[in-house]
């Protein structure tokens, strides 16, 4: 892949990790999660929601899946893995210099963040996980029960 020096390397890791994402067939658990998780740190991170923190996180999902640490069965995931590598070997100050000026409020942040969700359309969700639905302990008028009456 030839990218001229104008591109931007979190648009291009977004392209490469949406796509490794989409791609992931599912059966290796490093594979479907790292990818997912490396597209939704690139999401947040273009979003201006970055921190320096990330990168390391991006940098240990990248040293985590594929064939070569031996996690899983085929080639995809090393495929998902270097372009990762290899933009934080390359490019780390540029991704750096992004997150400092995208974020400068949290850009040093190192809490957790709040998970997020993908839709199907592969469109990443930026609000937190609704709360589970209240359950009623005695297991009364719940949707099958409507409507029923006690004679
Ligand atoms: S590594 Fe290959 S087999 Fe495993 S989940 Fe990824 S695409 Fe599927």
Redesign the pocket.
């Known amino acids: 892949m030839v990218l001229d020096e104008t591109y931007p390397i979190v648009d291009f890791l977004h392209n490469s990790c949406r796509f490794f994402a989409h791609?992931?067939?599912?059966?290796?658990t490093p594979?479907?999660e790292g990818t997912r998780w490396a597209l939704e740190m690139i999401e947040r991170i273009k979003a201006g929601r970055g921190r320096l923190r990330d990168l390391d996180l991006l940098a240990e999902i990248g040293d985590s899946i594929g064939i070569l640490p031996g996690t899983?069965?085929?080639g995809?995931?090393d495929g998902a893995a270097w372009p990762i590598k290899t933009a934080l070997a390359k490019f780390r100050d540029e991704l750096e210099d992004y997150i400092r000026r995208t974020n400068p409020a949290g850009y040093a942040a190192t809490d957790p963040v709040l998970a997020m969700g993908i839709h199907a359309d592969d469109r990443v969700l930026r609000a937190p996980l609704a709360p589970p639905a209240e359950v009623d302990p005695c297991g009364a008028a719940g949707p099958r029960d409507a409507g029923l009456q006690m004679a």
């Open positions: 791609e992931s067939c599912g059966q290796c594979c479907r899983t069965i085929c995809l995931a």
